[in-house]
Each structure stands twice: as C-alpha cells, then as structure tokens.
C-alpha cells in the first residue's frame, strides 16, 4: 500500500549532507533538524520578546499587535468600568475641592502621596515585590516621572492663556497623538475600522465641550504640547510595563509616586503655592471638614492610580485616550446634572456622536476575541487581581 501521510524530512529535503547558510557542514537528518529548530526558536522569541512593539511581518496582515489582544474581554471591560467609574468620580470631586483649596499643586502632591501611602500598605501587605534595576532603568523611570509632572505643568499653565473650551477641543485630540507614537515610533498600525471610530469620538467630544474659544499663539502652543505630551505619557506608562522592563503595574506607581509627589511639591514652592496656602491656613480655612475631604479626595486618587495603571496595562494606551475623550463628555452631562452647568443644543448633539463613536471603537478593538490576534500573541492571561500585579512575560535575563 502507497503511504500518503506526511512526509519524511528526508523526502522533503532531500540529500541531507548539508552546508547550512550560516557556513556549518551537517551530515544527518538529527543535525539538521536541530539547527532548523533551534533558528525557528530563536525567530519566535525574539518576535515575543517585545509584545507591543513589534516591526510590520509579512504573515500578519492585521493591526493588532499588542499586548492588549491576548486579554480577555471580560478582564478588559471590567477594569474599562472600574477605571471610568474612578476617573469621572475624581473629576467631579476635584472640581468640588478646588472651589475652595485652589491650591491645584499642592492637590497633585496630596494625590501622590497618597498613591505613595498606598503602596507602601501593598508592598507590607504582600502584592508586589520590588525588582533590582539597574541605572539605566531607574534613570527611565526618573524621566517618566518628569514627564508625568511636566505634562501636569504645562497643563496648568497652558489654561491661563486659554479658555477652557479650546483646551478641552484641543485635549480631545490626544487619541490621534497616540496612534501618531505608536506608528512612529513602534511600527503599529490599526484596523481601517478603528482609524475611523476615532473620528466621531474626536469630533463629538470636541462639540460636548462647545463653548467661547479664546487662545493666543503661545497658548495654543502650550496646549498643543501638552496634548502631546499627554498621548507620550499615556504610551510610556503602558511600554514601561509591556514592553523591555515590564514591571507590574503597582511596582511602577510604587517608583513613581514619590518622585511624582517631591516633584510637585517643588512646583508649589516655586510657583508661591505653599506660601499661599499657608497664609489660607494661617486664616484658619483649614478646618476639620475640610481634612477629611482632602483626605478622602486623596484616597480615590490613589484608587484611581491603581485602576488606571492596570487598565492602560490590559487594555492598551489607545483605549485610555478614547476612555478620557468619553469622561470629558459624561463630565459635561453630569455637570448640568450636580453644578446646573448650561446646556445647549450642540453639546447634546457632540455626546449622542462621541457615543456613537465609542461603540464603533468598541466593535472594532474591544470586541475582537482573543482568536482572531495574530499568531504569537494569543498568550495565556490570568485575570488581573485589582491589587495583584503579575507581568504578562517573564523579564528578560
């Protein structure tokens, strides 16, 4: 009977007294096969050994790179829920404490500090343990938690030279900055469905803050770079645990939150916060209701810094910014709802687009299983404990 299985490596190679293309002589079929299985090895590790910023191949034909893909949907839509619950929380609760502690540095470090507290409590407790870095790596977190202080600045200042609607349009395009990094400097591209959900996301959350534009040359500049630098910060925030170093997500805010809060802490002094704010205590402004607010709004923030690093981690940096255009529209709505903020025809109409556009995304990115990843990418993933962290891939010797 004729045998029509698969093939012998011999048949298929045919003579296997050999000179491989890197110059060594094989002379059996166990040779060979080891130093073709040893190269096919070598090509997957190295495709797998950054799973975010992987170069164009020419046997993937989709966008979908990242990390984000081997997550499940369940995992990603419940920390997406959790993450925006915080976030809108926070926003309003901000705007609540800022009405009377208009000390927005000084916020920033109570914030950080917090975060800081926090993570002491976990590491005591037993969630993380603290990698050895070496100097070029606390050197990126050092720069990262500049970054993360910068882009507050620039924040800051960027809205005294502008009116708040024109810095919310302009914020509302941090989205498009992100897919610009990633396809500058990782090689990633998304799906045509995705580069157009983003279009109805940008134009309805640009009109849900519709408003009175007013901005210099040096304003728009300003708010230019810090939409910029917020898309970088987004990005970085996710390579930092994604990518070479791939630290657990409480880990990095464990480094960065001290440094995050000093930082802060010198901006207040030189830009005459402190003193301010001294003066306002010395007034006696500070009073026990106060503290506790102050002490609660501080608590969130370190819940949100949790929640927001585990989501960027599984979800990806692209999902956060859409995730942000979408808060700055339920912000307008529930601001109508709790400070009685004007509401006007085009708002309504910018929310019902942004929504519409948020779906789409959805369908596009969030909805895609974990099947239809490229091959390589569809990696085991435990569900992410809210205060477990665990890296996606062993680190790198």
């Known amino acids: 009977m004729e045998y029509t299985g698969t093939p012998s490596f011999t048949e298929k190679h045919g003579d296997l007294s050999v000179t491989s293309d890197d110059g060594n002589d094989y002379d059996s079929e166990s040779a060979v096969a080891t130093n073709l299985l040893e190269k096919e090895e070598g090509l997957v590790m190295h495709q797998l050994g950054d799973i975010e910023a992987q170069q164009p191949m020419n046997n993937l034909t989709s966008g979908r790179h990242g990390a984000e893909y081997s997550v499940p949907l369940r995992t990603k839509f419940t920390y997406l829920g959790l993450y925006f619950s915080l976030n809108l929380g926070l926003t309003l609760f901000n705007k609540a404490i800022l009405d009377k502690f208009a000390f927005p540095w000084l916020l920033t470090f109570i914030h950080t500090s917090f975060a800081t507290l926090g993570c002491l409590f976990l590491l005591w407790w037993g969630h993380f343990e603290i990698t050895t870095l070496n100097t070029r790596e606390n050197i990126s977190l050092l720069t990262f938690s500049v970054l993360y202080t910068v882009n507050i600045a620039i924040s800051n200042v960027s809205l005294q030279v502008v009116s708040v609607s024109f810095h919310q349009i302009m914020r509302s395009t941090s989205p498009l900055f992100t897919i610009l990094i990633y396809r500058v400097w990782y090689s990633r591209s998304y799906g045509t469905a995705t580069y157009l959900s983003l279009v109805p996301i940008v134009i309805g959350a640009a009109l849900a803050t519709y408003g009175d534009y007013y901005f210099t040359l040096i304003g728009f500049s300003l708010t230019l770079l810090g939409v910029m630098l917020a898309a970088l910060k987004t990005v970085a925030t996710n390579r930092l645990m994604t990518g070479n170093l791939q630290l657990p997500a409480l880990e990095l805010l464990f480094r960065m939150s001290p440094l995050a ?99 789409l995304y959805s369908k596009a990115e969030l909805l895609t299983p974990i099947s239809d990843a490229p091959r390589g990418e569809r990696q085991a993933e435990e569900p992410l404990s809210p205060l477990r962290s665990k890296n996606m891939v062993p680190p790198a010797q």
């Open 261 to 359: 809060a000093i930082q802060s802490l010198m901006f207040a002094v030189l830009s005459g916060e402190l003193g301010a704010f001294l003066d306002w205590v010395a007034q006696g402004h500070l009073t026990s209701s106060c503290s506790f607010a102050l002490a609660g709004n501080g608590l969130l923030a370190c819940f949100l810094s949790v929640a927001s690093l585990h989501t960027n981690k599984i979800a990806g940096a692209l999902t956060i910014s859409i995730c942000a255009n979408l808060k700055q529209c339920l912000t307008v709505l529930l601001g109508i709802i709790v400070f009685d903020t004007k509401f006007g025809i085009v708002s309504g109409c910018g929310m019902l687009i942004a929504l519409v556009g948020a779906a």
